[in-house]
Structures are given as structure tokens and as C-alpha cells.
């Protein structure tokens, strides 16, 4: 059959399972599912979903799971996933497209990670793999563990190629103990391979990436520098080691080692993300923020371009929002304010929550002069999808120092959008509708800081203001009255006896 199969292998997976085959319900024309010995609901969850599943022995082996599942595939393609991962929201489309005019013999996909790490902090990982690839012989998994399908399919002269296709793993985010467990399983099997082979360089590398998740530094260092030794390695390994040496020594402050590993992966492939990264964030964290510049400014210029590093290196994807606010730090270290202004505005227009991109863009504006830079880089930041109050006020204090009074109330009707109640935007909006002489509006904004009780002496100013622009004397006074201890006495007397003629000059009755 033409179209596109599933292909997994799970073993008790009833929590995850029904998701998964939920989101590519639409992308697939059949699942085909290895089930190991499962104990709990998962064949009945994917039996219920239509897959066709097929119960073999569990051996030890992962590739020869996968290999069984791929048999039983009738679809020219294949797309193979785990049960805690998800095809994400709106890809069953661009996935058609790409097969409807596939111009490579397999994609790479961006598998999208949240690793809980010791301490409860949570960070975000983007890793391309090769998941979807055209069905022929000699096209197989293989290795025993940590199994993989690229070398066969570039063996076969197969072409892989990225792709913009997004599959969400959610594995790795229950918690550290959970992500423990589960690399400490995987460990005992690559450490007894390597037991029975010194020289199996592959395990040993995997071995340094699953200490590295679990932060065991001194341990990534030991197998890391091990594998290397090993004769045959191929170069896109040596420079993946490179990198992980390079990412220990940057997390032990060790910074000479890690621009040492970060150049020595770069020779092998100048263009890559991952050791142009670290290289970077070596010389940041030397505080030497100059030799960083042209490094994060290279890896802007190749993230932008959306290029990647051959298949077979399996470089770390760095978003764009990342580089761009790692930038405007550097810039702002030496005193670069518009350079850094805009680097970090254009993260914010990626990412509108980038990190800290936010209060280190006004930090950076507050040091600019000229209101027109500062406007670009403001409308620049929050013309997207920002929910950041703080700029959006900021924008239209701006806006309004500019005289575009019209903009300025605008951009408050976003912050009022997100925040209803802000004090601040309420005032501005009220004082700026008032010289603008829009009346209806001060007056809708006062009315609903009265109905929720939130009026400030600013509020209450603007609606004494109102109250004698429109001739309405009576309330004017009453007003003036509840903000008397604004004034001093002197100006306080001599605003209400101003306020009492033009009430007697307005009277039918003088």
C-alpha cells in the first residue's frame, strides 16, 4: 500500500499510549504495534484505536523489536514513535506535504524535550532525529540499545533531510527521580555491552550522554575522553564527544577545557549549533563577552537560515529567541546599548517569552537616548504575541511623549486587555483621552475604576478635570473635594474658589 505507517514498540504504556495514537490519527494510514509483554491496558488502548498489534517475547534487544514492527509496515513510509511522544498540534498537514513531494529518502524531525533535572529545575531540549523514512530493504534499526536508523539509510545512498515536523516528548518531565530511573536502566545494559567490548565506542557515547543527563559530570568527562581513544570512531561522534566534554567542563567552570573541546568539534564541523553554543557561552562565562559576539552572531546566521549540520552529527537545535537574547547580554557588556536593544527585541518577536529578554531590553533602553531608536525596539518586542504588561506600557508612554497620542491609547487597550484593572493604564488612558479631548472615553474609563473600586488620586484628579471641561461645576466641586489632600491649602482654596465663579457664570440664575 502507498501512504504512511505507524511503527512502535511499547510495553505497558496505558498512561501514555491513547494520546499518541490520538495525535497522528489523521497523518497515518495504518499502526502497526510490537507489544514486549504488557501487563496493564496498553493492547486494549491500541487495539480500541485501530492498530494492529502484534505480541512477540521481549529480548533485549530494541532494534530487533523495532526491525519486527517494520515488517509488518505495508506503507511506502514509515514514522516510528515512542509512547510518551506526540506528533504536535497542526503537523498531520505539513506532514502530508512533505510526503505528497518528498525530495529525500528520509526527514529529520525536531523531538521536543522537558528534562526535569535535580533541584526541580526544568529545561528545555530540542534534538533532530531522522523518525520518517521511506520503507526498502536494507533500510533496518540497529545496535541493541539506543537504537538507530541513520546509518542503514545512508548506507543505502539514502538522502536525510530536516524538516519542520515537531513530536513532543513527554518522558523526561515527571520529575528527576523518574528521569534517574529510567537513564539508570539503560546504563546497565551500555555498561555491560562495553564490559563485553572495550572497543564498542557507540555504547560508551552513550553512556557519557545519559550521565549527562542525570548531571554526573566527572562521569560523562571519564567515558567522553574513553570513546574518543578508540580506534574507528567516526568523525560526527568525535565531534559530538567534543561537545559533550565541552558542556561538562562549562558546567564545573572549567572554561580553558570547554573552548579547547568547542574548537576541536568545530574543526570537524565548523557548521554546527552545539559547539558554537558552548564555545560562546565559554567565553561569557570567562567574562569575556567580545570573542562571543561573532560566534553567537555566526549561529544567528545559521539558525535564521534554518541550515543544520549533516544527518549523521545530530546537532542540538538552539532556538533563535535563545541566541538573540545571549547576544544582547553580550552587547550590553560593553556598552553596545542599541545593538543590544535590538538583539534583544528580536527575541522577544520570536519568543515573546524569552527569558529574561524582557526586563534586560528596558535596562538597555533606559540607556539609550533618542525616543524614535526606543520606539523601533519597543514596537518591535511587542507588535506579536507579548503578554508582558511592562513593555506594553512602557511602548505607550513613549508613543504619547511622541505626540502619537492615538497609538499610545491603543497600545493601552492591550495592556487593559491582559490586566483590565491596571491602575496605571486606566490613569493614562483617562489623563491622554482628556487632551485629546475625547470626553466619552475618560468618562467610560473613571466609571469603570468606580464600579470596581479602584480609583487613585490620579483617577480622581482626571475625573475632576472631566467634570469641569463638561460644565458640570456641582460634581466638579464634590470631586475637588476628595483629592484636597493633594494640594497645599493656598492652592487648594484658590482652585475652589476658581471652580465656585465659573459655577456661578454657567448659572441660568446669577
Not at 539506543?146 to 518531565?173: F, M, T
Request: contains cysteine.
Amino acid at each position: 500500500m502507498n501512504g504512511l505507517s505507524l511503527s512502535m514498540i511499547v510495553k505497558d504504556e496505558e498512561e501514555f499510549l491513547g494520546e499518541c495514537l490520538e495525535s497522528v490519527r489523521d497523518a497515518v494510514d495504518e499502526m502497526v504495534i510490537v507489544d514486549t509483554g504488557s501487563t496493564d491496558a496498553t493492547v486494549r488502548i491500541a487495539e480500541e484505536a485501530g492498530a494492529r498489534v502484534i505480541r512477540e517475547t521481549w529480548n533485549g534487544d530494541f532494534s530487533s523489536m523495532r526491525n519486527r514492527s517494520l515488517e509488518a509496515c505495508r506503507g511506502e513510509w514509515i514514522l516510528y514513535l515512542d509512547a510518551d511522544e506526540r506528533l504536535a498540534g497542526g503537523q498531520s498537514t505539513k506532514l502530508a506535504g512533505l510526503l505528497e513531494n518528498p525530495r529525500a529518502d528520509a526527514y529529520q524531525v525536531l523531538v521536543r524535550s522537558v528534562l526535569s533535572l535535580e533541584g526541580g529545575k526544568r529545561v528545555g531540549q530540542v534534538m533532530p532525529y531522522p523518525r520518517i523514512f521511506r520503507r526498502k530493504d536494507g533500510v533496518r534499526f540497529e545496535r541493541q540499545i539506543h537504537e538507530q536508523i541513520a546509518p542503514s539509510i545512508l548506507r543505502s545512498g539514502g538522502k536525510i533531510v530536516p524538516s519542520d515536523i515537531i513530536i513532543e516528548h513527554l518522558g523526561y518531565e515527571r520529575g528527576f527521580e523518574v528521569l534517574k530511573h529510567k537513564i539508570q536502566r539503560n546504563l546497565g545494559t551500555l555498561l555491560a555491552l562495553v564490559e563485553r567490548d572495550s572497543r564498542d565506542w557507540y555504547s560508551r557515547f552513550q553512556i557519557a550522554r545519559s550521565f549527562m543527563l542525570v548531571q554526573d559530570y566527572p562521569a560523562v568527562v571519564h567515558h567522553a575522553r574513553a570513546a574518543i581513544r578508540i580506534p574507528g570512531v567516526p568523525n560526527a561522534v568525535v565531534s559530538a564527544l567534543h561537545n559533550l566534554l565541552a558542556e561538562a567542563a562549562l558546567k564545573t567552570r572549567n572554561v580553558g577545557q570547554a573552548i579547547h573541546h568547542c574548537e576541536k568539534s568545530l574543526s570537524l564541523y565548523p557548521q554546527q549549533a552545539g559547539a558554537m553554543w558552548f564555545l560562546a557561552g565559554a567565553f561569557m562565562t570567562q567574562g569575556n563577552p567580545r570573542p562571543a559576539i561573532p560566534v553567537l552572531e555566526k549561529l544567528c546566521a545559521l539558525v535564521s537560515a534554518k541550515e543544520q549540520a549533516p544527518a549523521e552529527l545530530g546537532d542540538i537545535v538552539i532556538p533563535l529567541d535563545a541566541v538573540k537574547e545571549a547576544l544582547g547580554r553580550c552587547y550590553f557588556a560593553i556598552g553596545s546599548w542599541e545593538r543590544a536593544a535590538d538583539a534583544f527585541a528580536t527575541a522577544l518577536q520570536v519568543n515573546p517569552s524569552t527569558p529574561g529578554a524582557s526586563e534586560r531590553l528596558i535596562n538597555a533602553l533606559q540607556k539609550l537616548g533618542g525616543q524614535d531608536v526606543v520606539l523601533r525596539c519597543l514596537r518591535s518586542a511587542t507588535d506579536g504575541g507579548t503578554k508582558d504588561t511592562r513593555l506594553l506600557s512602557y511602548r505607550a508612554m513613549i508613543e504619547n511623549e511622541s505626540g502619537d497620542a492615538r497609538n499610545a491609547v491603543a497600545t493601552l487597550d492591550r495592556v487593559l486587555a491582559l490586566k483590565p484593572l491596571d491602575t496605571t493604564a486606566l490613569t493614562w488612558k483617562a489623563l491622554w483621552s482628556l487632551r485629546g479631548r475625547d470626553f466619552s472615553t475618560a468618562a467610560s474609563v473613571i466609571r469603570i475604576a468606580e464600579e470596581h473600586e479602584v480609583m487613585t488620586d490620579d483617577l480622581r484628579r482626571c475625573a475632576f478635570e472631566l467634570a469641569v471641561q463638561e460644565n458640570r461645576f456641582t460634581e466638579a466641586l464634590a470631586r475637588l473635594e476628595s483629592i484636597e489632600s493633594s494640594f497645599s491649602p493656598e492652592d487648594f482654596a484658590a482652585l475652589r474658589s476658581k471652580v465656585e465663579r465659573l459655577a456661578k457664570r454657567a448659572s441660568p440664575f446669577r
